[in-house]
């Protein structure tokens, strides 16, 4: 079975560009989060969907990040304008329901701003 | 911040059960225990999660303590693809907060032939 598909795997991009992060969850899964990942802060929430709503993006760090959910079959994650301290990596994981459902990951979208 | 309390690292021999504690003493009567690991430039990995009860599965077993306080994670037989950061994670199973999954630092385990 396809896991949760994360696209593009790296990406490399000079500061001030605009990044788009993709992301298809497992087929069946009502939940989707986005998480980031650095050696300082480990790995984060930003923000999770379910049903293709988004229920809590407190952890979103500022306005140049906004992430979207047009259908059951995939998210965007994007970073308008992108500043050098967004490198990281990203993680997109799904999971059925609202109960104890484990959360699937992908093998992320690894970022560095230049 | 994280509500589990994990050793920094430990190591096993490869073929050895490789037995991973976890401190929870602040767990709620209605949080669960997840153990998660993730090798390196992977994402993190689901292998197990329980309640109060004793839980196995093909990967791994899980032993939670009657108080529920603490719990281990058993790899039965080690190979050297189960070395990884393993982390413990404690939370609600259900509703508004079941975005949250808090990692914290994890436990290191180096499995050595």
């Known amino acids: 079975d396809a896991g949760v598909i994360q696209s593009p795997r790296h990406e490399v991009t000079e500061m001030g560009q605009e990044v788009t992060l993709r992301c298809k969850p497992i087929?069946?899964?009502?939940?989707l989060f986005w998480y980031r990942q650095t050696m300082m802060r480990g790995l984060e929430l930003l923000i999770y969907?379910?049903?293709?709503?988004?229920?809590?993006d407190s952890g979103m760090p500022e306005d140049r990040f906004s992430a979207k959910m047009p259908n059951a079959s995939f998210s965007t994650l994007k970073i308008q304008p992108s500043e050098p301290r967004d490198s990281a990596v990203y993680f997109c994981?799904?999971?059925?329901?609202?109960?104890?459902?484990?959360?699937?990951f992908g093998d992320g979208t690894r970022l560095s701003i230049l | 911040d994280a509500k589990t309390t994990q050793p920094t690292s430990m190591d096993c021999a490869e073929g050895r059960a490789a037995n991973l504690p976890c401190n929870h003493s602040t767990i709620s009567g209605n949080e669960y225990v997840y153990w998660y690991r993730q090798i390196h430039s992977q994402g993190p990995q689901y292998i197990i999660h329980?309640?109060?009860n004793n839980e196995t599965n093909e990967m791994a077993s899980l032993i939670i303590t009657e108080d529920r306080k603490s719990s281990t994670l058993i790899l039965p037989h080690a190979t050297l693809r189960d070395t990884a950061v393993y982390y413990c994670?404690?939370?609600?199973?259900?509703?508004?907060?079941?975005?949250?999954?808090?990692f914290g630092k994890g436990t290191k385990l180096s499995v050595k032939p």
């Open positions: 994981a799904s999971s059925f329901g609202s109960s104890n459902q484990p959360q699937h």
């Open positions: 087929s069946g899964h009502n939940s």
């Open positions: 329980g309640l109060k």
């Open positions: 969907f379910n049903n293709n709503v988004p229920i809590d």
């Open positions: 994670i404690v939370r609600v199973g259900y509703g508004g907060s079941q975005g949250n999954l808090i």
